[in-house]
């Protein structure tokens, strides 16, 4: 075997690797140490569990107890009869006798003389009353307010409602003669052709209470307005 070599007879760049390499092991030894901690901790999941106990046992109604049998009633005495006293009947007291006294007879009133009618003629009675003029029912002009109606309000779009969108739209409707609409035209837009058309597309289901002139139920026109505002709750 060769002797081991002295490190002071060792040349200078391998010196200095040898305590690069102690330098090395003794900083990576270090860092090991450091993070060993860490390493070995175990990481924690926290999870929420909600957990539903069932209700405790309620316990059984007690048994009812039997009724204890009552004692007998003792017999009631029975009322003695009472003995009622025989009414005494009065006797008649006697009477006077009457004498026998003849009847009179009243005397036939004469019936009176017959009554002479008269051969004059029967005077006419007065004129007839003159039949009642019928009472005629004031002019009016077409409604749709009417409770009776029951018309339904227009439904509010639902694109109108997330743009915001709000306005007043005015219709001319031509109410006829049975209450129904007829032509139904656009007098002022609210702006939105959304709401325009919602508006026609809700008065053309209404009823009406058709115009009156003269007495006489008649088509007429007239302008119905329809506003849509947003409300907040």
Not at 18 to 43: D, K, Q, Y
Not at 89 to 106: G, I, M, R
Not at 221 to 231: D, E, G, N, R
């Amino acid at each position: 075997m060769s002797a081991m070599q002295d490190p002071v007879d060792l040349p200078l760049h391998t010196r200095l690797l040898v305590v690069a390499l102690v330098a090395l092991a003794h900083g990576l030894l270090m860092w090991s140490w450091i993070m060993l901690p860490s390493l070995s901790r175990p990481v924690r999941h926290e999870m929420s569990v909600s957990v539903t106990l069932p209700a405790p046992p309620q316990p059984a109604p007690p048994e009812p107890k039997p009724a204890e049998p009552k004692p007998p009633e003792p017999p009631k005495p029975k009322p003695k009869p009472v003995v009622k006293p025989k009414p005494v009947k009065p006797q008649p007291a006697p009477q006077a006798a009457v004498p026998d006294v003849p009847e009179e007879t009243p005397p036939q009133e004469e019936a009176p003389p017959p009554e002479e009618t008269s051969s004059a003629p029967p005077q006419p009675a007065g004129d007839p009353p003159a039949p009642a003029s019928p009472v005629r029912e004031p002019d009016r002009e077409p409604d749709y307010r009417a409770a009776y109606l029951k018309n339904p309000a227009p439904s509010y779009p639902m694109v109108a409602r997330r743009m915001g969108w709000q306005g007043k739209v005015v219709l001319n409707v031509e109410v006829l003669a049975n209450g129904l609409p007829g032509q139904i035209k656009l007098h002022q837009s609210s702006g939105h052709d959304v709401l325009d058309n919602a508006a026609i597309k809700a008065v053309s289901g209404w009823r009406f209470v058709a115009a009156r002139q003269g007495g006489q139920v008649v088509t007429k026109s007239f302008l119905v307005p329809i506003p849509f505002i947003l409300k907040e709750d």
